[in-house]
């Protein structure tokens, strides 16, 4: 919540300084965006619900064409409580809170939130959104990064148009037409011919196979090219190479590089849009022990670089390497599916 208000009034209501009653609300912020990747759904008390709806990839046809629509997720909000709480719960999961402080911290945020919508005063909420008076109505307004964030098995995939099936068999026809008409008066002057001038048409003779000479050249040239086709068949059988097996991503990453193998998992720590951003993170990361990538995306002509770390068979193997990670390094990260195979190099990521 970048609002000084806001900053304060949580600071009187839970007693703490200003400054780390800033921090806590920036963490929680993040906390929120990575339940939302994870758990795709969230209540707050004295705030409302937000919910990661999915909508399916769209048909549209017209007279002359067919549009595809692709799939996508999009984050939605009610101010009604959907289910529990969910507070006190990412206070001591995400947080590392105990019991007694979370209630407290739970309370104090939910009275926060009472306020500031009573007031309709605008609540911002870093990586999220914003709560604000717009035109009369008091919305939710998403923010670009994390919907780009829900939305990353899709950022390839843009929208499609095609020519219309009923479209293009109309053209069909119209030159069928156009050429039927004189095919058919070709047809008709060559039977008239034929029957003015009383010629049958010969039979095509065709020589027996006993009658055909064979031709030294060409049995010479196919005797060769059989014999070419078995050595080289049989050198293919005896010849060929066991292909080597694929290296782990302990092994990759011990040689500079990370190797992302399709249907595949990985650790996404972090996202960001400045490239000078992006070398101090992966710097700080590297010294905490943490071997950080850059996989960079383009979306909608905005760059996003991406920093992740290994590679793993399954979502559990990597939801259990997360774990074991410290808080610093993984608040907001989570686990990304592969879709195609990336070869990411640790001196580019620099």
Not at 6 to 15: D, R
Not at 65 to 88: A, C, I, Q, W
Not at 148 to 161: A, C, G, P, S, T
Not at 230 to 250: C, I, N
């Amino acid at each position: 919540m970048l609002h000084q208000d806001c900053i304060e009034e949580f600071a009187g209501l839970f007693q703490v300084e200003k400054p780390e009653a800033e921090l806590l609300l920036t963490r929680f912020s993040s906390a929120m965006a990575a339940e939302l990747l994870a758990a795709r759904k969230l209540s707050l008390k004295g705030l409302g619900s937000f919910t990661v709806t999915h909508f399916p990839a769209e048909k549209k046809s017209s007279a002359s064409t067919v549009v595809y629509t692709p799939p996508g997720n999009r984050l939605t909000f009610t101010s009604k409580l959907l289910g529990v709480d969910d507070t006190m719960r990412m206070a001591v999961a995400r947080l590392s809170m105990r019991i007694e402080e979370a209630e407290r911290f739970g309370e104090a945020l939910s009275a926060l939130f009472r306020s500031a919508v009573q007031q309709q005063r605008e609540i911002r909420l870093n990586g999220i959104g914003r709560l604000a008076l717009e035109q009369g109505a008091y919305l939710f307004f998403p923010e670009r990064s994390l919907e780009v964030l829900l939305n990353r098995e899709y950022h390839d995939l843009q929208e499609l148009v095609l020519p219309s099936g009923k479209y293009k068999q109309g053209r069909g026809v119209k030159r069928v037409l156009r050429y039927l008409v004189p095919l058919s008066v070709c047809t008709i002057a060559a039977l008239l011919f034929a029957f003015l001038y009383g010629r049958e048409p010969k039979p095509l003779s065709i020589p027996s196979p006993s009658t055909v000479k064979p031709v030294a050249g060409v049995i010479k040239t196919v005797d060769r090219g059989e014999r070419l086709a078995a050595e080289v068949h049989t050198d293919s059988l005896t010849l060929r190479k066991p292909v080597a097996p694929l290296r782990s991503s302990e092994e990759s990453e011990a040689n500079g590089s990370l190797v992302l193998a399709p249907d595949s998992y990985t650790i996404v720590l972090v996202s960001l849009r400045k490239s000078e951003s992006v070398h101090k993170e992966v710097l700080r990361l590297r010294s905490e022990g943490v071997k950080a990538f850059v996989w960079p995306a383009e979306v909608n002509g905005i760059t996003y670089y991406r920093l992740i770390t290994g590679s793993f068979s399954s979502r559990q193997a990597a939801a259990e390497r997360l774990g074991q990670m410290a808080q610093k390094s993984a608040g907001g990260a989570y686990s990304q599916h592969i879709i195609k195979r990336v070869v990411l190099h640790e001196e580019k990521g620099l």
